[in-house]
C-alpha cells in the first residue's frame, strides 16, 4: 500500500516536472514565444515564460518603427532587455525583423527618398542592428513576407517603390549579405506566412523557388520561418502539405522553424471559446508539434504570445480569440497538454 502511494507520489512529481522546454530539450527542438518586455513585469508572465520556453522573440519591439522612430536614433532597450531576460533564464534570444514592408517609421515610410538612398538605409539599419545584437541574437528575421499572394515579390519600398535599385530578390539577397557580414553566427532566415502548405499553394512554390534561388547564389541563408496563423479547419494548412514542405524545404540543407503559430478559434463576448473548440484547437497543437518532429531539421516551435491575455488575434480577428496554449490566467489549457503529448513528455490520452 506504502508502497503504491509513493509510486503515485512519483508519478505525479514526474509530470508536474513536464514542461514545454524540458520536453523540447529532450528532442532536440527549441519552443519559443513572442514576447513584450511590458508584459514581463507581470511576475505570473514572467515566470511561466521562464519556466515553459527556451526561446523568445519580441513580438514587436525589435521592428524598425520600434528600433528607430527618430532618424539615426535608435532604441535597444526593448531588445537589450529580452537578451539580458533570455541569458538570464538559458533561452535563446530570435529576432524578428530586418526588412519589412510595414511597421516601418514615418521618417522611413514617408521619406521620398531615392532607390540609392533607400539602399543605403537598409544596409545601414541592418548592420547597426544586427551588430549591435551579436551575439545575442542566436537567429534573424532577415527578410519577413517579401512574396504576394499569387508569389510574385510584394509591392513594397524595398523591392518596387521605388526600391533600392536592385532588381528582382536582389534587395534580399543584400540585406542577407550584410546580416552576415554584421554577424557571422547568426542563423539567418527568410519568414513567410500563407506559405506553410505544399499543396496547392503559389506563395510556398515561390518561397521554395526563393530560398533555392538564394543557396544557387551563394546568399547566406540558413532557415526558412513558417508563421502558421491558423484555424482549426485542416482545408487551411493540412498536416500533409506542412509535412511535405518541411520534407521539402529542409531537404535544400535549410533548417525550418515555425515561427508564430496560433490557433484561433470562436469565442463569445467574454473572450471564451467552447470546450469542444478548445478541444479541436488542442488536436491542432499537437498535429503541428508532431509534424515538425518528424524532421531533424525543424529545430523550432514558436507561438505567437503564449497566453491569451496578450494575442493580436481578438483586434485582428473580431469574434476570434482563445489562440494560445495559456488562458488569460495563465492556466495551461488543452493546447499546451497536447503539444507536451506531441513532445513526448507525457502518455497518450486516446485523444
Ligand atoms: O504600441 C502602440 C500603442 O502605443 C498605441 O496606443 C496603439 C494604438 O493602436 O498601437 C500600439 O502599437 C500597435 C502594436 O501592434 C503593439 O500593440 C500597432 O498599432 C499594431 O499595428 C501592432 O500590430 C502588430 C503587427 O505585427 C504590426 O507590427 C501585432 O501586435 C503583431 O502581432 C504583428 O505581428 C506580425 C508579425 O510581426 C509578422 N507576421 C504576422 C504577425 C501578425 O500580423
Known amino acids: 500500500m506504502r508502497s503504491l502511494a509513493i509510486l503515485l507520489l512519483a508519478a ?23 514576447v513584450d518586455t511590458r508584459s514581463m513585469a507581470v511576475e505570473a508572465y514572467a515566470s511561466t515564460l521562464a519556466r515553459e520556453f527556451s526561446m523568445i522573440e519580441a513580438e514587436n519591439e525589435m521592428k524598425w518603427a520600434a528600433v528607430e ?39 522611413l515610410a514617408k521619406g521620398n527618398f531615392t532607390a540609392a538612398e533607400l539602399n543605403a538605409l537598409l544596409r545601414t539599419y541592418i548592420t547597426t542592428v544586427a551588430g549591435h545584437f551579436k551575439g545575442k541574437v542566436f537567429a534573424w528575421d532577415v527578410v519577413n513576407e517579401a512574396l504576394g499572394e499569387s508569389g510574385g515579390l510584394r509591392d513594397s519600398i524595398w523591392y518596387n517603390q521605388p526600391g533600392t535599385g536592385l532588381t528582382g530578390a536582389g534587395y534580399i539577397d543584400e540585406a542577407f549579405r550584410w546580416a552576415h557580414a554584421a554577424d557571422p553566427a547568426a542563423l539567418l532566415f527568410y519568414n513567410e506566412y500563407g506559405a506553410e502548405d505544399a499543396t496547392d499553394n503559389p506563395k510556398s512554390e515561390a518561397v521554395y523557388e526563393l530560398v533555392k534561388g538564394m543557396l544557387a547564389r551563394g546568399v547566406p541563408i540558413h532557415g526558412v520561418g513558417l508563421q502558421l496563423h491558423i484555424t482549426t479547419n485542416p482545408k ?18 535549410l ?7 496560433d490557433v484561433r478559434v470562436p469565442v463569445d463576448a467574454e473572450g471564451k471559446a467552447s470546450a469542444s473548440d478548445l478541444a ?3 488536436r491542432r497543437y499537437g498535429e503541428i508539434v508532431s509534424v515538425c518532429l518528424k524532421h531533424p531539421g525543424c529545430t523550432a516551435i514558436q507561438t505567437w504570445g503564449f497566453t491569451d491575455r496578450r494575442s493580436w488575434i481578438p483586434k485582428q480577428y473580431p469574434g476570434f480569440g482563445a489562440a494560445l496554449p ?24 486516446g485523444n
Open 255 to 261: 533548417q525550418v522553424q515555425l515561427t508564430e503559430l
Open 69 to 107: 522612430p527618430t532618424q539615426g536614433v535608435f532604441n535597444f532597450k526593448p531588445g537589450d532587455t529580452l537578451a539580458e531576460f533570455a541569458q538570464a533564464h538559458g533561452m535563446k534570444l530570435r529576432g524578428h525583423n530586418l526588412c519589412w514592408h510595414i511597421y516601418n517609421p514615418g521618417w
Open 236 to 253: 487551411s494548412v493540412s498536416r500533409g502539405g506542412l509535412d511535405a514542405n518541411i520534407a521539402r524545404l529542409t531537404a535544400l540543407g
Open 280 to 282: 479541436a484547437q488542442a
Open 12 to 34: 505525479l512529481a514526474h509530470a508536474q516536472a513536464q514542461t514545454l522546454r524540458g520536453a523540447g530539450d529532450k528532442r532536440g527542438v527549441l519552443v519559443g514565444a513572442a
Open 326 to 349: 495559456f488562458d488569460f490566467n495563465f492556466q495551461a489549457k488543452p493546447a499546451y497538454a497536447a503539444m507536451l503529448q506531441a513532445l513526448g513528455a507525457t502518455e497518450s490520452t
